[in-house]
């Protein structure tokens, strides 16, 4: 192998020899990916963020848990205890149980229902739950609608104690 100027200012050109056909290679740290969390909407987006999830949990060997958060009525939540009621929660979960069925059976997956503030109930599942990644499927909302709705991928991003993995819906794609 030689190392010599290149054309460009400030390049390096690197020549292999006859007997050596690539460089060597690079040591990668390991990664270990064990657990799993994605948050669903039930939008297209969150749709996305599990597909990604299936191809990382398959890749690493790891699970897969499902997460929905759902919101209680607030007018006065201090004063009132709005309980979610049982039809709504089931429904709920027979749809997170279809979305766990559209990934491989030979990963392991788990799904929950939780009643609150959806980035509140994520960063505490993040933290009882180990979770070594968070997929996100994100609308990419600007302007006047995030200001008024705000983006929950985005606090749970700046709080998370793991990586966080965001997945927008008209971006490439690198899973298939």
């Known amino acids: 192998m030689r190392f010599k100027p290149s054309e460009t200012a400030g390049g390096v050109t690197v020549e292999l020899g006859p007997d050596e ?14 657990k799993i969390l994605v948050p669903i909407d039930f939008s297209d987006c969150s749709s996305k963020a599990v597909a990604y999830a299936a191809a990382l949990a398959k890749q690493f060997h790891a699970s897969v848990h499902l997460l ?14 709005f309980p979610v009621a049982a039809e709504g ?21 788990q799904i929950t229902v939780l009643v609150g503030t959806p980035e ?8 009882d739950n180990n979770i070594d990644l968070v997929i996100f499927g994100t609308h990419g ?17 700046r709080h998370a104690t793991c990586p966080v993995l965001i997945v927008r819906q008209e971006e490439h794609d690198f899973v298939g």
């Open 21 to 34: 056909a690539q460089f060597p290679p690079i040591p990668l740290p390991e990664v270990h990916l064990k």
């Open 68 to 81: 929905h958060v759902q919101t209680p009525p607030t007018p006065i939540p201090a004063l009132i205890d």
């Open 89 to 109: 929660r089931k429904e709920v979960q027979e749809k997170l149980q279809t979305l766990a069925r559209s990934v491989d059976p030979a990963i392991t997956r």
């Open 120 to 127: 509140d109930e994520i960063l505490r599942a993040i933290d």
């Open 141 to 157: 909302r600007t302007g006047l609608q995030h200001w008024l709705q705000g983006s929950v991928t985005e606090r749970v991003l």
